[in-house]
């Protein structure tokens, strides 16, 4: 295999061609003069020629080394390139995420968590994707996005990287027996209808623990296709429902229809996070994501162990 100086070779014979004089040299590149010497030895050892001439007055470049130089300098200002341009790339964590997140829980996240993200990363485009939690994991392993915020994913190839909790309430509507009480218990709620969003989304799991625990009935009849749409089912008495706490803060706000509630006795919480390809060569970038994320989901009170009590 033919010789192959080292970078920090180059830089040796860069500083030697500049300044012409050893000791000028080594104290530029900050290593003992001897070093510098023998590291330059190595170098047209290996390649055959004689880079240098040494007389009692100068270091003089040869004609061969004069090439060799330039050579020198091209490679090293590429390298130089090449390190500014990883560095941008990790300020800018890869200038370009394409981000899912289910209808359930972005609206109500998003505008917390992008605004101080774009101003720590002004150069990050950010494109976000509306879609069914299944749906989304399944692009993230399929390539098409990149990660995804919201509830917590059971798709083994993907990472997560768990950012908050969310309290679930349950919704009843307002004239129902249990409307005007603060809190009721799960055993409250036996033989109670239980509406809930259809395949593909993580809170259809969180009804059927409730209705599993409480012998409520999970409805058979009616599969919501958002969370608004099984809000108004429940007004208007068809059953009850769960109700995750970021929308139930925004969507309920001066709400007279139905009323929502603590359920005493049910510890199960809505655990939400970032998750990823664990294969990814972008870890470092997601985890400076759910970094960030984390942040938001403190700032609205769902960090973790903030929902719990």
């Known amino acids: 295999m033919p010789y192959r100086p080292t970078l920090r070779q180059l830089e040796y014979v860069l500083a030697l061609a500049e300044c012409g004089h050893f000791g000028k040299a080594a104290r530029r590149c900050h290593v003992a003069q001897p070093t510098l010497s023998v590291q330059i030895g190595l170098v047209e050892d290996g390649l055959g020629v004689q880079l240098f001439e040494r007389t009692s007055a100068a270091v003089l470049t040869t004609p061969v080394g004069e090439r060799f130089v330039h050579g020198a300098r091209v490679t090293l ?72 915020v919201g509830p917590s994913c059971d798709e083994p190839s993907l990472a997560y990287i768990p950012i908050g909790t969310e309290r679930l309430y349950l919704g009843v509507p307002a004239d129902h027996r249990l409307a005007d009480r603060p809190a009721v218990a799960a055993a409250d709620i036996r033989g109670q209808r239980l509406l809930a969003l259809g395949s593909g989304h993580r809170l259809l799991e969180n009804v059927r623990h409730l209705a599993d625990v409480s012998g409520a009935v999970m409805v058979d009849d009616y599969v919501g296709t958002s969370l608004d749409a099984i809000r108004q089912m429940v007004s208007i008495g068809m059953g009850c429902s769960l109700f995750p706490e970021l929308y139930a803060r925004a969507e309920f706000r001066n709400a007279e229809d139905v009323r929502l509630l603590e359920i005493e006795g049910w510890a199960e919480r809505r655990s939400v996070g970032l998750y990823f390809r664990a294969t990814t060569g972008r870890r470092g970038h997601f985890e400076e994501l759910a970094a960030e994320a984390r942040r938001a989901a403190d700032a609205l009170a769902i960090g973790a162990g903030a929902g719990e009590g």
């Open 77 to 148: 200002a590429a390298m130089n390139d090449l390190m500014d341009a990883v560095a941008q790339d990790t300020r800018s964590l890869g200038g370009t995420v394409r981000l899912g997140t289910p209808p359930s829980f972005g609206p109500y996240f998003l505008p917390t968590f992008l605004p101080p993200l774009h101003r720590k990363y002004p150069d990050l485009k950010i494109y976000i994707v509306e879609d069914l939690p299944a749906a989304i994991e399944t692009a993230i392993a399929e390539g098409t996005l990149d990660c995804g």
